[in-house]
């Protein structure tokens, strides 16, 4: 969704595999469980860091493999939340990725775990479980169902450093003074070569 200079909403719809935004063109792009629908996760980063301008944000949501959430995920169940078929990406797997395409985790981004709570049918089940919320976020804080993550785009910029070109004539000047003044004793020099 973007809005324009009038203020009307108006909707965007593209593949994932190419996003239909100009290089450099989107200060903000979420990915809510976007990963783990794409055909190729690593194509979907590499598109969503040339569409990000410097200093742009992506937001990701996903659904962890290292939780309870996983084993409800091969269930029959008729409901079948979280969705079966799809490729979930760790979060530890996801920050390499991201760091290889020069994402900031560190400053300005964050991550995060939550639901900790297993996705029961029965809503009696879901109450009585309660209490594994601010226990999954205090023992055992990487087993939540579901993690977010921020990150910032970073682009590196390479200055060469040097003299000044004031600076350079001004060194280039003492260095002829420097070498006019020292005394040519051709003479001096072969005499003290003989000894």
């Not at 965007?12 to 063109?25: D, K, Q, R």
């Not at 792009?29 to 990000?52: K, S």
């Not at 290292?66 to 996801?94: D, E, Q």
């Not at 990150?151 to 260095?175: C, D, F, S, T």
Request: charged share 20%.
């Amino acid at each position: 969704m973007a809005s324009d200079d009038a203020g009307t909403i108006c909707a965007v719809a593209g593949s994932a595999h190419e996003l239909p935004f100009l290089t450099e063109s989107l200060d903000l792009l979420v990915l809510p469980h976007t990963l783990e629908v794409a055909q190729d996760a690593h194509h979907l980063l590499r598109e969503a860091q040339r569409v990000l301008i410097p200093e742009g944000r992506i937001v990701i949501t996903g659904f962890n493999p290292y939780s309870l959430w996983a084993a409800r995920k091969s269930s029959r169940s008729v409901n079948r939340f979280p969705p079966s078929g799809h490729a979930w990406i760790s979060l530890p797997r996801l920050k390499d990725w991201l760091k290889l395409l020069n994402f900031d985790l560190g400053a300005g981004g964050a991550s995060a775990y939550g639901g900790y709570v297993p996705p029961f049918d029965s809503e009696s089940w879901l109450r009585r479980m309660q209490w594994m919320d601010p226990a999954g976020r205090r023992w055992w804080p990487m087993a939540g169902g579901v993690y977010f993550l921020m990150a910032v785009k970073r682009v590196h910029h390479l200055q060469l450093i040097g003299p000044r070109w004031r600076e350079r004539r001004q060194l280039a000047g003492r260095k002829a003074a420097a070498a006019s003044s020292v005394p040519h004793h051709s003479t001096g020099w072969a005499a003290t070569e003989k000894d």
